[in-house]
Protein backbone atom coordinates (compact mmCIF):
# COMPACT_ATOMS: atom_id res chain seq x y z
CA UNK A 1 0.00 0.00 0.00
CA UNK A 2 1.30 3.33 -0.90
CA UNK A 3 2.10 5.73 2.01
CA UNK A 4 0.25 9.08 1.00
CA UNK A 5 1.07 12.50 2.64
CA UNK A 6 -2.38 14.79 3.38
CA UNK A 7 -2.05 18.06 3.36
CA UNK A 8 -4.05 20.26 5.85
CA UNK A 9 -3.49 24.05 5.09
CA UNK A 10 -5.58 25.87 6.88
CA UNK A 11 -5.97 28.85 4.02
CA UNK A 12 -7.27 27.11 1.43
CA UNK A 13 -10.56 25.43 0.20
CA UNK A 14 -8.95 22.16 -0.75
CA UNK A 15 -6.32 19.47 0.35
CA UNK A 16 -3.86 17.75 -2.01
CA UNK A 17 -2.48 14.06 -1.44
CA UNK A 18 1.39 12.74 -2.28
CA UNK A 19 2.38 9.45 -2.72
CA UNK A 20 5.40 9.64 -0.24
CA UNK A 21 8.38 7.41 -1.74
CA UNK A 22 10.63 8.25 1.53
CA UNK A 23 10.65 9.61 4.73
CA UNK A 24 14.04 11.90 4.42
CA UNK A 25 13.55 14.27 7.64
CA UNK A 26 10.61 14.38 10.41
CA UNK A 27 11.34 16.68 13.69
CA UNK A 28 9.17 19.06 15.80
CA UNK A 29 11.76 21.99 15.71
CA UNK A 30 10.98 24.94 18.49
CA UNK A 31 7.97 26.39 16.12
CA UNK A 32 6.75 23.76 14.07
CA UNK A 33 6.53 20.57 12.60
CA UNK A 34 9.34 19.81 9.72
CA UNK A 35 8.96 17.10 7.24
CA UNK A 36 10.64 16.85 3.98
CA UNK A 37 9.89 13.71 1.95
CA UNK A 38 10.56 12.48 -1.61
CA UNK A 39 8.00 11.82 -3.98
CA UNK A 40 8.33 10.43 -7.79
CA UNK A 41 6.63 13.27 -9.90
CA UNK A 42 8.00 16.03 -7.25
CA UNK A 43 11.27 15.00 -6.06
CA UNK A 44 11.82 16.35 -2.40
CA UNK A 45 9.45 18.15 -0.53
CA UNK A 46 9.22 20.59 2.26
CA UNK A 47 6.43 20.55 4.14
CA UNK A 48 5.84 22.66 7.53
CA UNK A 49 2.76 22.30 10.07
CA UNK A 50 1.11 20.01 7.17
CA UNK A 51 1.72 22.68 4.49
CA UNK A 52 3.49 22.22 1.37
CA UNK A 53 6.10 24.85 1.47
CA UNK A 54 7.83 23.70 -1.75
CA UNK A 55 8.52 21.01 -4.07
CA UNK A 56 11.83 20.65 -6.65
CA UNK A 57 9.72 19.75 -9.59
CA UNK A 58 8.28 23.78 -9.05
CA UNK A 59 9.82 25.79 -6.70
CA UNK A 60 11.83 27.63 -9.42
CA UNK A 61 8.46 29.11 -10.51
CA UNK A 62 8.04 30.69 -7.31
CA UNK A 63 11.64 31.67 -5.98
CA UNK A 64 12.38 33.23 -9.45
CA UNK A 65 9.55 35.37 -9.58
CA UNK A 66 9.46 36.74 -5.89
CA UNK A 67 12.85 37.75 -6.25
CA UNK A 68 13.74 38.53 -10.01
CA UNK A 69 10.72 40.83 -10.82
CA UNK A 70 11.82 43.24 -8.06
CA UNK A 71 15.31 43.06 -8.47
CA UNK A 72 15.02 43.93 -12.35
CA UNK A 73 12.88 46.96 -11.04
CA UNK A 74 15.53 48.09 -8.98
CA UNK A 75 18.55 49.79 -10.72
CA UNK A 76 21.18 49.10 -8.24
CA UNK A 77 19.82 46.76 -5.12
CA UNK A 78 22.93 46.70 -3.21
CA UNK A 79 20.93 45.66 0.20
CA UNK A 80 18.35 43.53 0.58
CA UNK A 81 16.62 42.38 3.22
CA UNK A 82 14.85 38.46 2.96
CA UNK A 83 12.33 37.84 5.87
CA UNK A 84 11.46 34.17 5.80
CA UNK A 85 13.08 31.95 3.08
CA UNK A 86 14.57 29.22 5.50
CA UNK A 87 14.96 26.61 2.55
CA UNK A 88 17.04 29.44 0.59
CA UNK A 89 15.21 29.11 -2.55
CA UNK A 90 14.88 33.28 -2.33
CA UNK A 91 18.43 33.60 -1.62
CA UNK A 92 19.80 31.98 -4.47
CA UNK A 93 18.09 33.90 -6.59
CA UNK A 94 19.18 36.86 -5.16
CA UNK A 95 22.83 36.05 -4.58
CA UNK A 96 22.98 35.11 -8.63
CA UNK A 97 22.68 39.46 -8.89
CA UNK A 98 26.37 41.05 -8.55
CA UNK A 99 25.30 44.13 -7.74
CA UNK A 100 23.88 42.90 -4.45
CA UNK A 101 26.54 43.20 -1.71
CA UNK A 102 24.25 42.52 1.38
CA UNK A 103 22.09 39.78 1.90
CA UNK A 104 20.46 39.73 5.34
CA UNK A 105 18.39 36.87 5.90
CA UNK A 106 15.96 36.81 9.10
CA UNK A 107 14.42 33.36 9.94
CA UNK A 108 12.11 32.67 13.28
CA UNK A 109 13.21 28.94 12.70
CA UNK A 110 16.65 28.26 11.92
CA UNK A 111 16.09 24.49 11.75
CA UNK A 112 14.12 25.21 8.56
CA UNK A 113 17.96 26.52 7.51
CA UNK A 114 19.23 23.14 9.04
CA UNK A 115 17.42 20.89 7.37
CA UNK A 116 17.38 22.88 4.07
CA UNK A 117 21.30 22.60 4.57
CA UNK A 118 21.18 18.49 4.57
CA UNK A 119 18.61 17.23 2.60
CA UNK A 120 17.51 20.54 -0.18
CA UNK A 121 20.92 21.27 -1.69
CA UNK A 122 19.96 22.35 -4.93
CA UNK A 123 17.83 25.39 -2.93
CA UNK A 124 20.46 26.06 -0.23
CA UNK A 125 23.55 26.74 -2.21
CA UNK A 126 23.61 30.23 -1.52
CA UNK A 127 23.89 30.18 2.35
CA UNK A 128 27.95 29.48 1.59
CA UNK A 129 27.48 33.16 -0.01
CA UNK A 130 29.94 35.54 1.86
CA UNK A 131 27.19 38.47 1.19
CA UNK A 132 25.11 36.45 3.18
CA UNK A 133 24.42 37.58 7.19
CA UNK A 134 21.41 35.15 8.69
CA UNK A 135 19.50 36.08 12.35
CA UNK A 136 17.26 33.84 13.62
CA UNK A 137 14.60 36.45 14.62
CA UNK A 138 11.13 37.51 13.97
CA UNK A 139 10.67 38.91 11.08
CA UNK A 140 7.99 41.93 11.36
CA UNK A 141 10.06 42.67 14.53
CA UNK A 142 13.24 43.17 12.75
CA UNK A 143 11.57 45.34 9.99
CA UNK A 144 10.26 47.96 13.01
CA UNK A 145 13.99 48.26 14.13
CA UNK A 146 15.63 49.37 10.79
CA UNK A 147 15.58 52.76 9.22
CA UNK A 148 16.26 53.36 5.59
CA UNK A 149 18.49 50.61 5.18
CA UNK A 150 17.74 48.30 2.76
CA UNK A 151 17.27 48.36 -1.46
CA UNK A 152 14.63 45.79 -1.06
CA UNK A 153 12.97 43.75 1.31
CA UNK A 154 11.84 40.20 0.17
CA UNK A 155 9.07 38.64 2.18
CA UNK A 156 9.32 35.27 1.64
CA UNK A 157 6.64 33.75 4.35
CA UNK A 158 4.72 31.05 4.33
CA UNK A 159 0.50 31.66 4.77
CA UNK A 160 -0.80 34.53 6.77
CA UNK A 161 -1.74 32.43 9.61
CA UNK A 162 0.40 32.25 12.99
CA UNK A 163 3.42 33.60 13.34
CA UNK A 164 3.42 34.88 9.69
CA UNK A 165 0.63 36.76 10.54
CA UNK A 166 2.67 39.73 11.30
CA UNK A 167 3.87 40.42 8.10
CA UNK A 168 0.85 40.87 6.76
CA UNK A 169 -0.27 43.64 8.41
CA UNK A 170 -0.91 47.93 8.01
CA UNK A 171 1.71 48.47 11.04
CA UNK A 172 4.26 45.70 9.22
CA UNK A 173 3.84 47.64 5.24
CA UNK A 174 4.46 50.94 6.93
CA UNK A 175 7.50 49.75 9.19
CA UNK A 176 8.92 48.60 5.75
CA UNK A 177 8.37 51.78 4.28
CA UNK A 178 10.51 53.46 6.73
CA UNK A 179 13.04 49.98 6.59
CA UNK A 180 13.30 50.79 3.03
CA UNK A 181 15.56 53.61 1.51
CA UNK A 182 14.24 56.71 -0.46
CA UNK A 183 13.73 54.46 -3.36
CA UNK A 184 13.25 51.00 -1.96
CA UNK A 185 10.96 48.58 -2.94
CA UNK A 186 9.08 45.58 -0.57
CA UNK A 187 7.63 41.86 -2.16
CA UNK A 188 5.38 39.36 -0.70
CA UNK A 189 3.63 36.49 -1.84
CA UNK A 190 0.14 37.17 -1.41
CA UNK A 191 -1.96 33.84 -2.07
CA UNK A 192 -4.08 32.58 -4.55
CA UNK A 193 -6.11 34.65 -7.07
CA UNK A 194 -8.86 31.96 -7.19
CA UNK A 195 -9.27 31.00 -3.70
CA UNK A 196 -7.65 34.29 -1.64
CA UNK A 197 -9.02 37.30 -3.04
CA UNK A 198 -10.39 39.37 -0.08
CA UNK A 199 -6.80 39.12 1.57
CA UNK A 200 -5.07 40.32 -2.11
CA UNK A 201 -7.45 43.30 -1.80
CA UNK A 202 -6.91 44.10 1.74
CA UNK A 203 -3.24 43.59 1.09
CA UNK A 204 -3.42 46.06 -1.83
CA UNK A 205 -5.74 48.21 -0.05
CA UNK A 206 -2.96 48.80 3.20
CA UNK A 207 -0.07 48.92 0.91
CA UNK A 208 -1.53 51.56 -1.25
CA UNK A 209 -1.78 53.42 2.17
CA UNK A 210 1.73 53.93 2.53
CA UNK A 211 3.76 52.90 -0.38
CA UNK A 212 2.65 55.38 -3.96
CA UNK A 213 3.34 52.46 -6.43
CA UNK A 214 1.69 49.13 -6.02
CA UNK A 215 0.78 46.44 -8.36
CA UNK A 216 0.11 42.96 -8.74
CA UNK A 217 1.84 39.95 -10.79
CA UNK A 218 1.27 36.39 -10.67
CA UNK A 219 2.78 32.79 -11.76
CA UNK A 220 0.90 29.22 -12.28
CA UNK A 221 1.68 26.81 -9.36
CA UNK A 222 0.88 23.32 -9.23
CA UNK A 223 2.05 22.71 -6.08
CA UNK A 224 -0.15 25.65 -3.66
CA UNK A 225 -3.70 25.71 -3.25
CA UNK A 226 -5.32 27.83 -5.86
CA UNK A 227 -2.60 27.55 -8.34
CA UNK A 228 -2.41 30.89 -9.85
CA UNK A 229 -0.39 32.82 -7.48
CA UNK A 230 0.13 36.33 -6.94
CA UNK A 231 2.69 38.40 -5.71
CA UNK A 232 2.05 42.01 -4.12
CA UNK A 233 4.78 44.92 -4.59
CA UNK A 234 5.16 48.34 -3.58
CA UNK A 235 7.68 50.74 -4.31
CA UNK A 236 8.60 54.23 -3.32
CA UNK A 237 9.85 55.43 -6.70
CA UNK A 238 10.71 53.08 -9.75
CA UNK A 239 7.68 51.19 -11.73
CA UNK A 240 7.42 47.59 -10.86
CA UNK A 241 6.52 46.67 -14.10
CA UNK A 242 9.67 48.54 -16.13
CA UNK A 243 12.97 46.78 -16.14
CA UNK A 244 15.64 48.89 -14.82
CA UNK A 245 18.67 46.61 -15.48
CA UNK A 246 19.11 43.99 -18.11
CA UNK A 247 18.33 40.30 -17.40
CA UNK A 248 21.65 38.65 -17.32
CA UNK A 249 21.24 36.11 -14.60
CA UNK A 250 20.40 32.30 -15.54
CA UNK A 251 17.03 31.53 -15.13
CA UNK A 252 14.40 28.71 -16.06
CA UNK A 253 11.73 30.71 -16.01
CA UNK A 254 11.93 34.17 -15.16
CA UNK A 255 12.96 36.20 -18.58
CA UNK A 256 12.37 39.54 -19.85
CA UNK A 257 8.67 39.20 -21.50
CA UNK A 258 8.00 36.82 -18.46
CA UNK A 259 8.33 40.24 -16.28
CA UNK A 260 6.12 42.25 -18.43
CA UNK A 261 3.30 39.65 -19.01
CA UNK A 262 3.50 38.29 -15.08
CA UNK A 263 1.87 41.59 -14.03
CA UNK A 264 -2.14 41.31 -14.00
CA UNK A 265 -3.81 43.79 -17.06
CA UNK A 266 -4.84 46.98 -16.23
CA UNK A 267 -8.11 46.00 -17.80
CA UNK A 268 -8.69 43.58 -15.55
CA UNK A 269 -7.17 44.59 -12.60
CA UNK A 270 -9.69 46.39 -11.01
CA UNK A 271 -12.58 43.50 -11.23
CA UNK A 272 -10.17 41.01 -10.26
CA UNK A 273 -8.70 43.39 -7.44
CA UNK A 274 -10.91 45.76 -6.78
CA UNK A 275 -10.92 49.69 -6.93
CA UNK A 276 -10.15 51.84 -4.31
Known sequence: MDLLFHEKDPF???????????????????????LIFTNPYFGRVLTLDGVVQLTERDEH???????????????????????????????????????????????????????????LPTLSTGFTDPRVQILEVEGSSYIADSIREFDLII???????????????????????????????????????????????????DLRQVFPLVDLYTVPLATYAGNWWTFSIASKSHDPRSLAREVRVPTKYYAKDVHHHAFVPASIYDELVGKY
Open 155 to 205: IDSTDPVGPAQSLFTPKCFSAAFSALKTDGILVGQSESLHFHQPFIREAQR
Open 12 to 34: APIQYSYRVDEVLCHRRTKHQDL
Open 61 to 119: LYHEMLAHVALHAHPEPANVLIVGGGDGGTLREVAKHDCVRRIQLVELDYEVIEASREF
